[in-house]
């Protein structure tokens, strides 16, 4: 290959990109720059989008050093890193981090309102990156917050799709979804290098070969390939000089636009090929815990993982590189089974490529990958038919085939001709198609295996994947999920940060178990006089959003009651219903008096897969309530219900910080973890839950007099089910349940129309898969503990206080310790 030119210099490039002047007029210079030269429009004439599109990119200037010095020590030091492979980033707005990681805040607002412009009115301005659905999407982006922060070297990789996740609207109360067009006014954030496209192949067929080595390989023959173009953004560590790259791929056409065709006259056909390239990254799956098994989705898999392991091989690793120390090297973290077709891929670019044997390649692979598991719903664990994968990545399918039967030798020879064991263990299920186990594959070819809360993972090993641990026993580890306290404490709630800077001094964002010190303070009466003032604070803040956003608002007398998390059975929003219901019945029945009904807002926040009917019934059912309690006079404002659309991260920001009450209710031993739980708890408010997924965690370190913890622990379930669940039987048995859904059922909330709401009440009645009727009377008698609990002021504030001091664990910098330490061994490096 010829030797690369020498890179272009002058002495006026210095080695690394230079900041601008970090004060107030040297930031409006560059502004007025960016605005003038950048926006093309002068100061008076410029919208606000213009101001906003031109501050954002100056701050990119004040990153920018940091970033290249960043890929220049990295490229120095080739030291271990992260390959983050993640199908979903739910990153949020990016101004107000990045303004909190350089500390601009107060410059960039000054420097703005010398212009007579808000900084304010320009982060409004921003449009959040919804590249994701839930959990596992936000859990993504704090963990690369984190591992900037904490100088780790990281590239995250995924999918820029060019629609995120639906925006929701209500129409008469149900969901309807509208396309999420984020990248309509400009996106500041990202640095498209079509140069560095790589062509992705599909389809085709498989057959020997001989090499010009005169060995014989297998050569795949693909039928068709789509370009993948990155799109870098950055990833600022807060205030460590560190910037790490998040890389995004969209697809292409190879040849988008087929001139001949389009001659001839066939304009449709003419783009067809770029209509169909492009579909691959134009939308995110809106699946949340159950994937789609769609050709598409698979395409969009494989897309993105075979384009980020070519380019690490390609572009990060020196030309010469031995990769026999690609393990030295990196470790590729898989999220979820959603991008583990990169193992195949690895293999394939290993022998198939470079030439490599069979067995020194999988040496290497089996050291390059570690698995994340997110759940345990046995239908989210993801599947694909051979015919399909057969068909879209014949060479993987054949690479799979031989990991499976060299992995069932190995069972063979430990356990001998065990069938039975050797059908449950197969990468390849026979019934009821006959398709890959993508979470079998994973944990086959995966160094570690870890599930994202203790109690999760101990059902991993013992219930979800037993066979394996049983022949991995070492391969299995837990680390317990975590949230940045830089976006949701410093930024979304800055009047409790200020008050704990105050009182325990600096430190503790980049050392959450600081927060500790803050213990004593419960028992001071003015700080938690102050901390009070924190929280009403909150409420007159998400009052004022929420008014102009949706309309409503909220008392800030009121207890603020907050469930938000996507719609799933499993997560029981219907339990916090039938308490809603049976609070409304108990006050219009006259047998509670409304005057002793602690005043109480339940906020809900959910979205729903387009797909999933009966989550989608229980929202029409939640704002069909809302409107009756919260316009019946006989309530006396006591009991309000508001559900603001398209909950979403910057909305996250604002309700979360004003929350009294956090709802994690989901049955135990189907949340996995749950990261909501852990920012309400940063963020003072009190836990009532199950013992599931990372409760158990918060509870035990919170303490239980700090926790309304209820209902079955896991193993009551699993014993409840083994048994036979006869929801009704609950039903017949406790008046209180009856009443409430004999109300719904009566058309109460349907204009008297009895059929509205049926098939949530029968589902109820006679399904109930996740036990709803089973903890209604635990719960409800949780939630009057909760009431007499709030009437104590001061307990209340204590208890809170202590929430917050004892939760610092729950930071994903101590998650990202964990990864390294059991996982990874990627240390800090500069
Ligand atoms: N997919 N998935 N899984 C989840 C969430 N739904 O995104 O991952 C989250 C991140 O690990 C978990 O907290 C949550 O319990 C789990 O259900």
Not at 239 to 259: E, I, P, Y
Not at 363 to 388: G, N, Q, R
Not at 449 to 455: K, T
Not at 512 to 539: I, M, S, T, Y
Request: proline share 5%; aromatic share 10%.
């Amino acid at each position: 290959t010829p030797s690369a030119p020498p890179a272009p210099t002058h002495p006026l490039a210095l080695a690394t990109v230079t900041a601008p002047p970090t004060s107030v007029d040297g930031f409006v210079r560059e502004f007025l720059r960016e605005l003038n030269f950048g926006q093309g429009v002068s100061l008076q004439a410029s919208t606000v989008n213009d101001q906003y599109l031109a501050l954002a990119r100056t701050v990119r200037h004040y990153l920018m050093a940091r970033w290249s010095e960043t890929l220049r020590r990295q490229r120095e030091t080739q030291s271990k890193g992260v390959a983050y492979l993640s199908a979903e980033y739910l990153l949020g707005r990016q101004l107000g981090n990045a303004l909190l990681a350089t500390d601009l805040t107060e410059i960039v607002a000054d420097g703005l309102s010398q212009c007579g412009i808000e900084l304010a009115d320009l982060r409004a301005q921003e449009v959040e990156p919804g590249l994701g659905n839930g959990g596992l999407g936000r859990l993504a982006a704090c963990f690369i917050d984190s591992l900037a922060t904490m100088s780790v070297p990281c590239i995250g990789y995924g999918i820029r799709y060019e629609y995120g996740i639906f925006r929701q609207t209500f129409v008469e109360g149900r969901q309807v979804e509208q396309p999420d067009s984020w990248l309509a006014l400009g996106a500041p954030w990202e640095f498209p290098h079509p140069e560095n496209a790589r062509r992705i192949s599909f389809g085709g067929s498989v057959a020997d070969h001989t090499d010009d080595d005169g060995v014989v390989r297998r050569r795949w023959t693909p039928a068709w390939d789509v370009n993948a173009l990155p799109y870098n953004y950055m990833v600022p560590g807060y205030r460590n000089g560190r910037v790490n790259t998040l890389r995004l791929w969209r697809a292409q056409a190879t040849d988008a636009f087929d001139l001949k065709i389009f001659n001839s006259g066939d304009y449709e056909e003419a783009v067809r090929a770029q209509t169909f390239a492009e579909n691959i990254s134009k939308v995110l799956y809106p699946e949340d815990s159950t994937p789609q098994g769609k050709e598409l989705r698979l395409q969009q898999q494989y897309f993105f993982v075979a384009a980020s392991i070519g380019d690490f091989i390609d572009q990060q690793l020196p030309e010469d590189f031995d990769l026999a120390q690609l393990p030295e090297r990196i470790i590729f973290q898989l999220n979820d089974t959603h991008p583990v077709i990169g193992v195949p891929e690895l293999m394939r670019v290993l022998v198939d490529e470079k030439r490599l044997e069979w067995g020194a390649a999988w040496e290497i692979t089996k050291k390059c990958f570690a698995y994340t598991c997110h759940t345990l719903l046995p239908e989210a664990l993801e599947v694909w038919s051979v015919d399909l994968l057969g068909r879209l990545l014949p060479r993987h399918l054949e690479i799979i085939y031989r990991i499976n039967e060299e992995f069932l030798a190995e069972v063979r020879e430990r356990f001998g001709d065990d069938e039975l064991r050797i059908r449950r263990m197969s990468i390849i299920a026979e019934h009821p198609e006959r398709s890959v186990r993508m979470a079998y594959l994973a944990t086959v070819a995966g160094a570690k295996v870890n599930g994202v809360a203790e109690l999760h993972s101990q059902l991993l090993r013992d219930k979800v994947l037993p066979d394996f641990h049983e022949f991995y026993p070492g391969k299995f580890t837990n680390v317990t999920n975590g949230i940045t306290p830089r976006r949701f404490v410093r930024l979304a709630n800055p009047s409790l940060s200020e008050l704990i800077t105050d009182t325990i001094g600096v430190g503790w964002l980049t050392d959450l178990e600081r927060l500790r010190g803050l213990e004593p303070f419960a028992e001071d009466e003015e700080f938690r006089a102050r901390f009070r003032a924190v929280k009403a604070g909150n409420k007159r803040r998400l009052d004022a959003v929420l008014r102009e956003r949706d309309g409503v608002g909220v008392h800030d007398d009121h207890l603020l009651d907050v469930m938000v998390k996507r719609l799933h059975e499993y997560k029981r929003q219907s339990l916090k219903l039938l308490h809603i219901v049976t609070t409304y019945d108990k006050i219009v029945s006259g047998e509670v008096d409304v005057a002793d009904v602690t005043p109480r807002t339940v906020i809900f926040g959910a979205k729903a897969a387009p797909g999933y009917k009966m989550a989608k019934e229980i929202i029409h059912l939640i704002n069909a309530v809302g409107e009756t309690v919260n316009n019946d006079p006989r309530v006396q404002d006591r009991l309000k219900v508001i559900f603001p659309p398209n909950y979403n991260v910057t909305l996250a920001e604002k309700v979360i910080p004003a929350a009294d009450l956090s709802e994690q209710i989901s049955l135990a031993g189907k949340e996995a973890s749950g990261t909501g739980n852990m920012k309400f708890a940063l963020n003072g408010a009190l836990t009532i839950g199950t013992d599931d997924g990372a409760n158990v965690e918060i509870r035990q370190l919170v303490g239980d007099d700090n926790f309304f913890l209820f209902g079955m622990l896991e193993p009551e379930v699993e014993d409840l089910q083994t048994r036979g669940y006869v929801p009704s039987s609950f039903y017949e048995a406790d008046a209180d349940l009856r009443r409430a859904i004999d109300l719904i059922a009566s058309g109460a909330f349907s204009g008297g129309d009895r059929a509205t709401f049926e098939p949530v009440v029968s589902n109820l009645l006679y399904e109930d898969r996740f036990m709803v009727l089973a903890d209604y009377a635990a719960y409800i008698e949780a939630q009057a503990a909760v009431d007499a609990a709030y009437a104590d002021t001061e307990r209340w504030t204590r208890a809170a206080i202590l929430n917050v001091a004892r939760s610092g664990f729950f930071s994903s910098d101590r998650s990202m310790r964990d990864y390294i330490d059991r996982i990874w061994a990627t240390p800090p490096s500069f």
